[in-house]
């Protein structure tokens, strides 16, 4: 579901406590971390129990992670506090989120400044949030994830674009609008292939790529018809509509019919001195 903000899982064996700690590149600025938000920071998975159990890890791009491994005390690893500890079995997982109701800017310091879990595996796999950064993150139990994904907002308009069923009979007008809105959300999408988070976020930079083509197919679609409004219906005649054409023909004949010869003569005389 999050695969679009997540990269590969790299599986890790662990054989003690180990701290699990995120922290920000100096390169990575706010605004696109920001925008990271409104996906998980982290998933893991438990892929293997036992005296030396197996985790898959996939984080979201621009975040640093690091691993260490050492023989402490569940409680003390480090020195620091933790949370209340979530315990895991083969085939269970969790995501790392930012707190509801929490300033995304302060989420973004606390993540420069590091946010660290410990994960025991000692006595089954027991993961736990420190202190410190359980009051701006929590740890969701993938089976409790009810959180609904926020893709960046282009995004979500592009793919609100594809799924909408257009009316192809309406008028000039209201087609040259869509393929505005069309135009627009794909030039949106572009700038965001070419900002910060389209180069931070390899999957989000896909999914872009893919949405682009499909918008222009469905713009080209409405161009065709647009101009089928406008297009001559036989390349012998004018671009007017071929009933109209009939109908005046019909008209001058009606005319010539109750016209007297002298009137109709006269005019002949003119059509000519006019060619």
Not at 98 to 108: D, L, N, T, V, W
Not at 171 to 178: D, I, K, N, T
Not at 231 to 260: F, T
Request: hydrophobic share 45%; with cysteine.
């Amino acid at each position: 579901m999050y695969h679009q903000y997540l990269n590969e899982p790299v599986v890790f064996e662990l054989s003690h406590n180990t701290l699990v700690t995120l922290t920000l590149s100096e390169d990575i600025s706010d605004f696109v971390v920001l925008q990271a938000m409104g996906g998980p920071l982290l998933e893991l998975i438990v892929t293997q129990e036992g005296p030396q159990p197996k985790i898959a890890l996939r984080f979201q791009p621009l975040i640093g992670l690091t691993l260490d491994i050492q023989p402490l005390a569940p409680m003390a690893l480090n020195g620091r506090h933790y949370a209340q500890s979530i315990l895991r079995q083969q085939g269970q997982g969790l995501r790392l989120y930012s707190r509801m109701g929490i300033a995304p800017k302060f989420c973004a310091a606390q993540l420069r400044a590091g946010v660290a879990f410990k994960i025991d595996a000692e006595q089954g796999l027991s993961l736990a949030l420190a202190s410190a950064s359980a009051a701006k993150f929590e740890l969701v139990s993938l089976e409790h994830d009810l959180r609904i994904l926020h893709e960046p907002q282009v995004i979500l308009l592009a793919k609100e674009l594809l799924a909408r069923q257009y009316d192809y009979e309406a008028s000039s007008e209201s087609l040259a609008v869509y393929m505005a809105e069309i135009e627009q959300v794909r030039t949106d999408l572009r700038a965001l292939l070419q900002g910060e988070l389209g180069q931070s976020h390899g999957r989000l930079a896909e999914e872009a790529l893919r949405l682009e083509p499909l918008l222009l197919q469905k713009r080209q679609w409405l161009f065709r018809s647009y101009t089928n409004m406008f297009e001559r219906p036989n390349y012998s005649r004018a671009a007017n509509d071929a009933q109209h054409i009939d109908n005046a023909l019909r008209k001058l004949e009606c005319y010539e019919l109750l016209a007297s010869p002298e009137l109709t003569q006269m005019v002949h005389r003119l059509m000519e001195d006019d060619s």
